[in-house]
Protein backbone atom coordinates (compact mmCIF):
# COMPACT_ATOMS: atom_id res chain seq x y z
CA UNK A 1 0.00 0.00 0.00
CA UNK A 2 2.80 2.38 1.05
CA UNK A 3 5.18 1.66 -2.00
CA UNK A 4 2.03 2.28 -4.45
CA UNK A 5 1.27 5.32 -2.42
CA UNK A 6 -2.41 3.35 -2.94
CA UNK A 7 -4.26 4.58 0.56
CA UNK A 8 -2.72 7.41 2.77
CA UNK A 9 -4.14 8.29 6.50
CA UNK A 10 -6.41 11.17 5.94
CA UNK A 11 -7.62 9.36 2.32
CA UNK A 12 -11.19 9.06 1.78
CA UNK A 13 -11.95 5.15 0.61
CA UNK A 14 -15.04 3.91 -1.15
CA UNK A 15 -14.97 -0.65 -1.08
CA UNK A 16 -17.39 -1.42 -3.29
CA UNK A 17 -18.67 -4.21 -0.91
CA UNK A 18 -20.30 -1.32 1.45
CA UNK A 19 -17.78 -3.00 4.26
CA UNK A 20 -16.08 1.00 4.51
CA UNK A 21 -16.93 4.57 3.31
CA UNK A 22 -14.73 7.37 4.88
CA UNK A 23 -11.67 8.67 5.99
CA UNK A 24 -8.64 6.83 6.63
CA UNK A 25 -7.26 7.01 10.60
CA UNK A 26 -4.83 4.76 10.58
CA UNK A 27 -2.60 2.19 8.62
CA UNK A 28 -0.40 -0.56 10.48
CA UNK A 29 0.95 -4.01 9.37
CA UNK A 30 -2.49 -5.53 10.26
CA UNK A 31 -4.92 -2.95 9.71
CA UNK A 32 -6.54 -0.18 7.90
CA UNK A 33 -9.14 1.99 9.92
CA UNK A 34 -11.61 3.76 8.50
CA UNK A 35 -13.89 6.33 10.09
CA UNK A 36 -17.02 5.53 7.84
CA UNK A 37 -19.21 8.81 7.56
CA UNK A 38 -21.69 7.53 9.74
CA UNK A 39 -18.75 7.70 12.62
CA UNK A 40 -18.47 4.01 12.23
CA UNK A 41 -15.18 1.96 12.70
CA UNK A 42 -14.13 -0.24 9.92
CA UNK A 43 -11.19 -2.57 10.38
CA UNK A 44 -9.88 -3.92 7.41
CA UNK A 45 -7.14 -5.96 6.33
CA UNK A 46 -4.47 -4.54 4.27
CA UNK A 47 -4.10 -7.31 1.92
CA UNK A 48 -8.47 -6.61 0.94
CA UNK A 49 -7.36 -3.08 -0.32
CA UNK A 50 -4.55 -4.72 -2.54
CA UNK A 51 -6.24 -7.85 -3.61
CA UNK A 52 -9.70 -5.69 -4.25
CA UNK A 53 -11.07 -2.88 -5.98
CA UNK A 54 -11.43 0.33 -3.80
CA UNK A 55 -11.88 3.78 -4.53
CA UNK A 56 -9.91 6.46 -3.46
CA UNK A 57 -11.49 9.92 -3.75
CA UNK A 58 -7.73 11.33 -3.01
CA UNK A 59 -7.40 12.83 -6.61
CA UNK A 60 -11.14 14.64 -6.30
CA UNK A 61 -10.16 16.24 -2.97
CA UNK A 62 -6.70 17.68 -4.28
CA UNK A 63 -8.47 18.86 -7.38
CA UNK A 64 -9.66 22.06 -7.52
CA UNK A 65 -13.76 20.72 -7.65
CA UNK A 66 -16.12 17.59 -6.90
CA UNK A 67 -18.14 16.61 -10.07
CA UNK A 68 -21.38 17.20 -10.64
CA UNK A 69 -23.35 15.26 -13.85
CA UNK A 70 -26.85 15.65 -13.89
CA UNK A 71 -29.65 15.33 -16.79
CA UNK A 72 -32.53 17.63 -16.89
CA UNK A 73 -34.88 15.87 -19.36
CA UNK A 74 -37.19 18.62 -21.92
CA UNK A 75 -41.01 18.18 -22.58
CA UNK A 76 -39.95 17.03 -27.00
CA UNK A 77 -43.44 18.66 -27.32
CA UNK A 78 -42.24 22.44 -25.76
CA UNK A 79 -39.31 22.55 -28.44
CA UNK A 80 -39.74 24.74 -31.34
CA UNK A 81 -37.69 27.35 -33.13
CA UNK A 82 -37.40 31.08 -31.83
CA UNK A 83 -39.73 33.77 -33.54
CA UNK A 84 -38.34 37.51 -33.10
CA UNK A 85 -40.42 37.65 -30.69
CA UNK A 86 -39.73 35.10 -28.54
CA UNK A 87 -36.17 36.12 -28.49
CA UNK A 88 -37.04 39.38 -27.71
CA UNK A 89 -39.17 38.11 -24.82
CA UNK A 90 -36.05 35.57 -23.38
CA UNK A 91 -33.62 39.03 -23.83
CA UNK A 92 -36.02 40.93 -21.62
CA UNK A 93 -37.10 38.66 -19.57
CA UNK A 94 -33.38 36.89 -18.92
CA UNK A 95 -30.58 39.80 -18.71
CA UNK A 96 -27.94 36.98 -18.71
CA UNK A 97 -29.17 36.09 -22.32
CA UNK A 98 -27.95 39.40 -23.56
CA UNK A 99 -25.15 39.25 -26.46
CA UNK A 100 -25.71 35.40 -26.12
CA UNK A 101 -28.12 34.77 -29.15
CA UNK A 102 -25.99 32.96 -31.49
CA UNK A 103 -26.20 35.44 -35.31
CA UNK A 104 -26.83 33.24 -38.38
CA UNK A 105 -28.67 31.61 -41.48
CA UNK A 106 -30.57 29.24 -39.11
CA UNK A 107 -32.96 30.53 -36.87
CA UNK A 108 -32.01 28.70 -33.17
CA UNK A 109 -34.48 26.36 -31.21
CA UNK A 110 -35.65 27.42 -27.42
CA UNK A 111 -33.60 24.47 -26.50
CA UNK A 112 -30.40 25.41 -28.02
CA UNK A 113 -30.77 28.72 -26.28
CA UNK A 114 -31.13 27.25 -22.91
CA UNK A 115 -28.19 24.96 -23.14
CA UNK A 116 -26.73 28.55 -23.94
CA UNK A 117 -27.91 30.03 -20.73
CA UNK A 118 -27.29 26.70 -18.40
CA UNK A 119 -23.68 27.33 -19.60
CA UNK A 120 -23.33 30.89 -19.21
CA UNK A 121 -24.84 30.88 -16.05
CA UNK A 122 -22.38 28.50 -14.66
CA UNK A 123 -19.56 30.19 -16.14
CA UNK A 124 -20.39 33.04 -13.88
CA UNK A 125 -21.47 31.01 -10.99
CA UNK A 126 -18.76 32.12 -8.11
CA UNK A 127 -18.40 28.35 -6.56
CA UNK A 128 -18.19 26.31 -10.14
CA UNK A 129 -14.31 26.10 -11.15
CA UNK A 130 -13.25 27.92 -13.65
CA UNK A 131 -10.59 25.42 -14.97
CA UNK A 132 -12.07 22.47 -14.85
CA UNK A 133 -14.66 21.06 -17.66
CA UNK A 134 -17.93 22.32 -18.29
CA UNK A 135 -19.87 20.84 -20.69
CA UNK A 136 -23.76 21.46 -21.58
CA UNK A 137 -24.74 18.69 -23.99
CA UNK A 138 -28.51 17.03 -25.66
CA UNK A 139 -27.87 13.44 -25.42
CA UNK A 140 -30.15 10.97 -26.95
CA UNK A 141 -34.16 11.22 -26.79
CA UNK A 142 -35.34 8.64 -24.92
CA UNK A 143 -39.19 7.85 -23.07
CA UNK A 144 -38.60 10.39 -20.69
CA UNK A 145 -37.77 13.25 -23.08
CA UNK A 146 -34.82 14.93 -24.41
CA UNK A 147 -32.04 14.87 -21.83
CA UNK A 148 -29.69 17.61 -21.39
CA UNK A 149 -26.46 16.74 -19.92
CA UNK A 150 -24.73 19.13 -17.15
CA UNK A 151 -21.42 18.39 -16.26
CA UNK A 152 -19.26 20.82 -14.14
CA UNK A 153 -17.41 21.24 -10.77
CA UNK A 154 -17.74 22.92 -7.88
CA UNK A 155 -15.12 24.35 -5.95
CA UNK A 156 -16.13 23.42 -2.23
CA UNK A 157 -16.00 19.72 -1.88
CA UNK A 158 -17.31 19.34 1.72
CA UNK A 159 -20.12 16.50 1.16
CA UNK A 160 -23.38 18.89 2.58
CA UNK A 161 -22.23 21.89 1.14
CA UNK A 162 -21.21 20.26 -1.87
CA UNK A 163 -25.04 18.89 -2.22
CA UNK A 164 -26.54 22.28 -1.11
CA UNK A 165 -24.91 24.00 -3.21
CA UNK A 166 -25.19 21.84 -6.84
CA UNK A 167 -29.44 21.29 -5.62
CA UNK A 168 -29.28 25.41 -5.50
CA UNK A 169 -28.21 25.33 -8.99
CA UNK A 170 -30.53 22.53 -9.91
CA UNK A 171 -33.36 24.14 -8.90
CA UNK A 172 -32.48 27.39 -10.61
CA UNK A 173 -32.13 25.99 -14.03
CA UNK A 174 -34.89 23.86 -13.88
CA UNK A 175 -36.94 27.13 -12.92
CA UNK A 176 -36.00 28.89 -15.50
CA UNK A 177 -36.51 26.36 -18.51
CA UNK A 178 -40.82 28.11 -19.00
CA UNK A 179 -38.48 31.35 -19.72
CA UNK A 180 -37.38 29.69 -23.17
CA UNK A 181 -40.76 27.94 -23.38
CA UNK A 182 -40.07 24.47 -22.43
CA UNK A 183 -41.93 22.45 -20.18
CA UNK A 184 -39.63 19.73 -18.37
CA UNK A 185 -40.84 15.69 -18.66
Known sequence: LSINDMVRIGDWVEI???SANGIVEDITLNTVKIRNWDNTISTIPPYN??????KNWRGMMESGGRRVDKMIYLDLKSLEICSEDMINDILK???LMKGQ????????ANSQL????????????PLVAKNLDLIIAQRQQS????PIEVYFFITDKVWDEFERIQSDIFDHLISMAPEFGLRLY
Not at 101 to 107: E, L, M
Not at 114 to 125: C, D, G, Q, V
Not at 143 to 146: A, V
Open 143 to 146: EFGL
Open 101 to 108: IPNGDNPP
Open 93 to 95: NVP
Open 114 to 125: YRIYIETFLKNH
Open 49 to 54: LISNPF
Open 16 to 18: PDG
